[in-house]
């Protein structure tokens, strides 16, 4: 990261650090920045991804999920792409207004039976769509539904009639089930394979760069309460198979953080390199992370597991980014395919 981002960073923890995660989204919009990547004539700062990176990285050092995923990169980056009247007033609500936009079907295994039909100009969707995040709180609805057996991408504003199933998700944010009976919708763009991939590998990129920060998180709570921690008239951090495990958390800890760097820096390259670090940096995230959690969590002991102390939320947020947008095994699959290519 350049000077900007870095100071980008350092003032949104500062910010940030007494807010929890629902009120986080309302500081991050006093902080100007859920409109970061809005275009600049729809009220946004016309940004880059790259400079989203900062915010994902103070939201991960702090263990603050928010919607700035959901709403800031995947749906701005989908409605920027394809411009149009509808999704334009989005973008700009999203920048100036801090509208909060849902986003249903981006993961192809939670897109299940979702389709979309027409009659001439007019569109509906049917079908369900799982585990749709903030779905109770957005004022927009962004669906990505087949079409002629290809994923188009559709947009609803007035959608609060819908059947709905909500949930609580592990990591503290609330989710639902959405089902969709020849539900009216607004076209935002057919035929949109190419701009989905490009966008779920941005959104992928951005969940790596959390989790490593998470992961930073985890190792340094976890050495400072080793130097606490007493046992047999000592602390615990002497003890070399301590000392050991932390220097091997703090390895997993390093090698998430580069291939993160990495996975941004390559989002607007060639496709296969594209592909390939992505799916690099998605199992190198959820495999660190997991041993990074697991770890932390046995070092301190029945601590671990308390809610006054955050290694229990950090882990559990790993969990749900280890999960989110293809499993590691997914993506395992899909380096192998684009290495073979």
């Known amino acids: 990261m350049n000077e900007d981002q870095i100071m980008l960073r350092d003032t949104l923890i500062g910010r940030l650090a007494s807010h929890d995660g629902k009120s986080a989204w309302v500081e991050l919009g006093n902080a100007g920045v859920r409109g970061l990547c809005v275009p600049e004539e729809l009220g946004g ?30 749906a701005t980056r989908l409605l920027a792409s394809a411009r149009c009247v ?69 947009l609803l504003r007035d959608w609060q009639n819908l059947e709905r199933h909500s949930f609580p998700t592990i990591d503290g944010r609330n989710a639902a089930d959405l089902v969709f009976q020849q539900t009216p919708a607004i076209l935002i763009a057919k035929q949109a394979a190419t701009l989905i991939s490009d966008v779920t590998d941005e959104a992928i990129a951005c969940l ?21 921690r007493e046992q047999f008239g000592q602390s615990i951090a002497s003890f070399q198979v301590v000392q050991h495990r932390l220097v091997d958390m703090n390895i997993q800890a390093r090698r998430a953080g580069a ?22 940096a998605k199992v190198t995230v959820a495999q660190a992370g997991r041993y990074i959690g697991q770890q932390a969590v046995q070092l301190h002991g029945g601590m671990g597991m308390t809610v006054e102390l955050p290694i229990g939320r950090c882990f559990k947020r790993l969990t749900v980014i280890e999960n989110e947008l293809g499993s590691a095994d997914d993506h395992l699959r899909r380096f192998a395919a684009t290495s073979a290519a």
């Open 45 to 74: 700062l016309g940004l880059t991804l790259a400079d989203a990176a900062p915010v994902m990285e103070a939201l991960g050092e702090l263990c603050l999920p928010t919607s700035f995923l959901e709403t800031s990169i995947i």
């Open 86 to 154: 509808d999704g334009d007033n989005v973008l700009r609500a999203i920048a100036m207004d801090g509208a909060r936009v849902a986003v249903a079907g981006l993961d192809p295994r939670l897109r299940g039976d979702l389709s979309a039909g027409d009659v001439g100009e007019a569109w509906t969707i049917s079908g369900t769509a799982r585990v749709v995040l903030d779905a109770d709180e957005a004022t927009s609805l962004i669906i990505i539904a087949t079409h002629d057996d290809a994923p188009a991408i559709f």
């Open 208 to 228: 790596a760069v959390e989790a490593a920060a998470l992961m930073r998180r985890l190792v340094r709570d976890t050495v400072e309460y080793t130097k606490q």
């Open 259 to 280: 291939i993160a760097r990495r996975a941004v820096e390559v989002l607007g390259g060639p496709e296969m390199e594209r592909a390939r670090t992505i799916s690099a």
